[in-house]
Structures are given as structure tokens and as C-alpha cells.
Nanobody, 124 residues
Framework: QVQLVESGGGLVQAEDSLRLSCVAS????????MGWFRQAPGKEREFVAG????????AYSDSVKGRFTISRDSAKKTVYLQMNSLKPEDTAVYYC?????????????????WGQGTQVTVSS
């Protein structure tokens, strides 16, 4: 069965960096667009970053553009989210998601599979 497992979350201070990882199993990873979403307490899940299936196209939310970078390693079936200059408002549970043959979609509804999430907490 398909599994997406995130890791790398934690408690950091403002301006610190973290790198999240999401390992996929049970899928042909190279045919899947990958996305990162986050959900803060009391808020809707929101798009953070996405990369299309070939890795040639990326998209970012305005709130993270210039600070976060999405990348993928097909050999390791892993997608990463490098997060720099973290802010307290980045505090959320971060989820990775997979969409077969997709683009770097901003709409959560297009994604077929989701991980369980990893908590990121940024203190001021």
C-alpha cells in the first residue's frame, strides 16, 4: 500500500532552519507530483510548496517564497522541504502529499495520498 512518512519536525527558535523529509513507498515515485501543506491550530490546511512529477516545475505560497525550498531525490523516493528564516507563524503540522502525473498543485483536493504529518514549532 501507499505510504508517505514525514520526519524532521521539531521545536526551533525564530530565524532557525529545519529540513523536512517525506519518504514514499508503494508508489512509482517518479510519476508523482509532490506537495507540502500545513495546518495550524484552528486554521484551514494551506498549501506551502509543490513540485511537479518531473521536478521541472515548482510553486510556493507567498508566505514562504524565498525562505522555503522544495526538492526531490527520486533514487531515495524522498521529497524535502528546506525551511530557512523560520517565523513563529510557520508553526503548524506539516503534511506531504502525492498526486500522480500532477503539476505543483496548490489545491489539496488533487492529491491522492497524504502523510501523517510532522509538527513544526517556532518560538519567538
Amino acid at each position: 500500500q501507499v505510504q508517505l512518512v514525514e520526519s524532521g519536525g521539531g521545536l526551533v527558535q525564530a530565524e532557525d532552519s529545519l529540513r523536512l523529509s517525506c519518504v514514499a513507498s508503494g508508489v512509482r515515485f517518479s510519476s508523482y507530483a509532490m506537495g507540502w501543506f500545513r495546518q495550524a491550530p484552528g486554521k484551514e490546511r494551506e498549501f506551502v510548496a509543490g513540485m511537479n512529477w518531473s521536478g521541472g516545475s515548482t510553486a510556493y505560497s507567498d508566505s514562504v517564497k524565498g525562505r522555503f525550498t522544495i526538492s526531490r531525490d527520486s533514487a531515495k523516493k524522498t521529497v524535502y522541504l528546506q525551511m530557512n528564516s523560520l517565523k513563529p507563524e510557520d508553526t503548524a503540522v506539516y503534511y506531504c502529499a502525492a498526486d500522480q502525473w500532477g503539476g505543483p498543485g496548490r489545491n489539496a483536493d488533487v492529491y491522492d495520498y497524504w502523510g501523517q504529518g510532522t509538527q513544526v514549532t517556532v518560538s519567538s
